[in-house]
């Protein structure tokens, strides 16, 4: 019914930067808030990025605040990430999300009552 298709991941030099896009089919991110997450190796899965279908009011977990952009282009039906002076750290897979609840507290980005809708991930690798 809805499909959240994930592109633009890649290996890149630790510095440079990524565009994400989260390509939606039979959804236009109209439903509470939709993000991007993400989980590394060894670690559990992380919201990095939320933004409100309403007001496209943005929030951000600390670990990207002021390196990550979230935005959405309802009339595409596209989801983007721009990631800016990537950290090896940043390197996980990442996963679109939609239709979710927002909880922010202690510098990170919760989904709560969803995501509805989830994406299969791109990855992206960062070196130093």
């Known amino acids: 019914r809805v499909q959240l298709v994930e592109s633009g991941g890649g290996s890149v030099q630790a510095g440079g930067s990524l565009r994400l896009s989260c390509k939606s089919s039979?959804?236009?991110?109209?439903?509470?808030?939709s993000g991007w997450f993400r989980q590394a190796p060894g670690k559990e899965r992380e919201g990095v990025a939320a933004?409100?279908?309403?007001?496209?009011?943005?929030y951000y977990a600390d670990s990207v605040k002021g390196r990550f952009t979230i935005s959405q282009d309802n009339v595409q039906s596209t989801m983007y990430l721009q990631m800016d002076s990537l950290k090896p750290e940043d390197t996980a897979m990442y996963y679109c999300?939609?239709?979710?609840?927002?909880?922010?507290?202690?510098?990170?980005?919760?989904?709560?009552?969803?995501?509805?809708?989830w994406g299969r991930g791109t990855q992206v690798t960062v070196s130093s």
């Open positions: 999300a939609a239709d979710f609840a927002l909880a922010i507290g202690a510098g990170q980005v919760v989904a709560t009552r969803g995501p509805s809708y």
């Open positions: 039979g959804y236009t991110f109209s439903g509470r808030y």
């Open positions: 933004i409100s279908a309403g007001d496209n009011r943005e």
